[in-house]
């Protein structure tokens, strides 16, 4: 029983074949086993947000995945937002005295590396491990190297690094659609007379999107708490442009 434990117990400690093949192809000092990685999402420069995933051996853990709503940058300037949300998330580490990752993965080519040594540069950091995985051919690029890395397609390292880029983009992107949806929801109802804050958030509530609420039938929307008849009709010409009735 005491053999069967300490080989657990082993087992957990060892890094697992992907981490170890990572550090072997991107010339680490030791395995990165806490990789954290980051994606900007937007669309012509509007309601641009940052995310941050958080892996452990290879191993999503959600509970430090992290949205940043993009502050400083007006406009499309990737490589801008990218310093800014890699400069949020090392300064608030540093300042709560916690742990950098072993890796720092950057959703981009060397524009977006070059942002986020940027950004740790000038918060003081200069030994922290970076590399950028860009999207259209999958190249891994490292800090002061021109040429993308030579990593075999389909090999343990370069899986590794898809998916934890991948599921940053994800998160980027569902927090991206949200904040665009909430937007649109309040703006095109913003200008109907007569149906105020609460009435707004309570069809928000009950219906989730534009498209569910122009789509529905004036019965539905009277459902709504302070949504009567009159209203409802004048909410569905407002989004229809039409007659409701």
């Not at 954290?36 to 958080?54: C, H, P």
């Amino acid at each position: 029983l005491l053999e069967r434990r300490f080989k657990r117990e082993r087992l957990r400690e060892e890094a697992p074949y992907s981490i170890k093949a990572l550090q072997r192809d991107l010339h680490l000092k030791r395995p990165p086993r806490r990789i954290e990685a980051v994606d900007i999402s937007t669309i012509q420069g509007s309601d641009a947000v940052g995310s941050l995933v958080y892996f452990v051996d290879g191993r999503p853990r959600k509970s430090e995945y992290r949205r940043y709503r993009i502050k400083t940058v007006e406009g499309q300037d990737d490589f801008a937002m990218m310093k800014e949300v890699v400069s949020r998330r090392f300064g608030r580490l540093l300042e709560e005295g916690r742990e950098l990752p072993d890796l720092l993965l950057v959703d981009g080519g060397k524009g977006q590396l070059s942002s986020a040594l940027e950004a740790l540069r000038e918060l003081g950091i200069e030994d922290q491990p970076v590399v950028g995985l860009a999207k259209r051919l999958e190249e891994v690029y490292l800090p002061g190297i021109p040429e993308p890395q030579n990593i075999p397609k389909g090999s343990a390292s370069l899986r590794l690094l898809q998916q934890i880029r991948d599921e940053a983009h994800r998160f980027a992107v569902e927090f991206h659609r949200k904040l665009r949806s909430k937007r649109t929801l309040t703006s095109e109802l913003d200008s109907i007379p007569g149906l105020g804050k609460v009435r707004k958030e309570a069809l928000l509530e009950r219906f989730g999107s534009v498209r569910s609420i122009r789509e529905a039938p004036p019965e539905d929307l009277q459902e709504v708490p302070g949504i009567g008849p009159k209203l409802a009709r004048k909410v569905l010409e407002h989004l229809r442009g039409e007659d409701a009735s």
